[in-house]
């Protein structure tokens, strides 16, 4: 019976796993700690694979799970260690324009964690209010305010980058 278990566990990781590990570098922005978290996240769901496996909607559970392990590392003392004062010079690049991308990526992780998990699931994952509620753990109310207040926070960031006028859903 425990083969059985593990072999339908192993089945239906496999094919997801880059979807998690996409999630979570949207959340911390770091490939190597979105290692760490989804690491965090599928060993917890190994542990308890008998009962999760029956869960409603297994897919919003497991991102659930992403999600509340980022949220966890957050709030790990560790996590904020600083083995350093400075960074160390790198040289600059020329001639080739900003990535837009690693300036979006440094401002979301300015944001409160909930804010940052709403934004990347809202926008990136691009999944509906009510499922991103189900995840995060809150209502859809507060869905809308913590988008609301998050693009705000980044518009304000990034300053020239945010488009004029634009909408934010």
Same mark, same amino acid.
């Given at each position: 019976? $425990? ?7 192993? /089945?239906?990781?496999? #094919?997801r ?7 979570a570098v949207m959340?911390?922005?770091d %490939? *190597? ?10 060993t917890?769901?190994?542990?308890r694979?008998?009962r999760?496996?029956? %869960?409603?909607?297994?897919d919003?559970?497991? $991102? ?5 392990a980022f949220?966890? /590392?957050?709030?790990?003392s560790w996590?904020?260690?600083?083995l @350093?004062? @400075?960074?160390?010079d790198r040289? %600059?690049v @020329? ?8 300036e &979006? ?9 909930k804010?940052q998990?709403?934004? %990347?699931l ?5 999944? #509906?209010? *009510?499922?991103?509620?189900? &995840? ?6 507060t ?5 609301? *207040?998050g ?11 945010? #488009? ?5 859903s």
């Amino acid at each position: 019976m $425990r083969e059985n278990l593990e072999r339908e566990y192993v /089945e239906y990781f496999q #094919p997801r796993l880059p979807q998690l590990h996409r999630l979570a570098v949207m959340l911390c922005g770091d %490939a *190597d700690r979105a290692d760490d978290i989804v690491q965090a996240a599928v060993t917890m769901l190994y542990t308890r694979w008998r009962r999760v496996r029956e %869960a409603d909607n297994l897919d919003a559970y497991v $991102r659930r799970s992403v999600v509340n392990a980022f949220l966890s /590392e957050r709030r790990r003392s560790w996590s904020r260690v600083v083995l @350093t004062e @400075t960074l160390p010079d790198r040289p %600059a690049v @020329t001639g080739q324009p900003v990535d837009e991308r690693l300036e &979006i990526r440094a401002a979301l992780k300015k944001l409160p964690p909930k804010q940052q998990a709403v934004l %990347a699931l809202r926008f990136l994952c691009d999944l #509906p209010v *009510d499922e991103v509620a189900e &995840i995060v753990g809150c209502s859809p109310g507060t869905v809308k305010s913590q988008t609301s *207040d998050g693009l705000a926070k980044l518009r304000k960031q990034l300053g020239a980058l945010a #488009p004029a006028g634009g909408a934010t859903s």
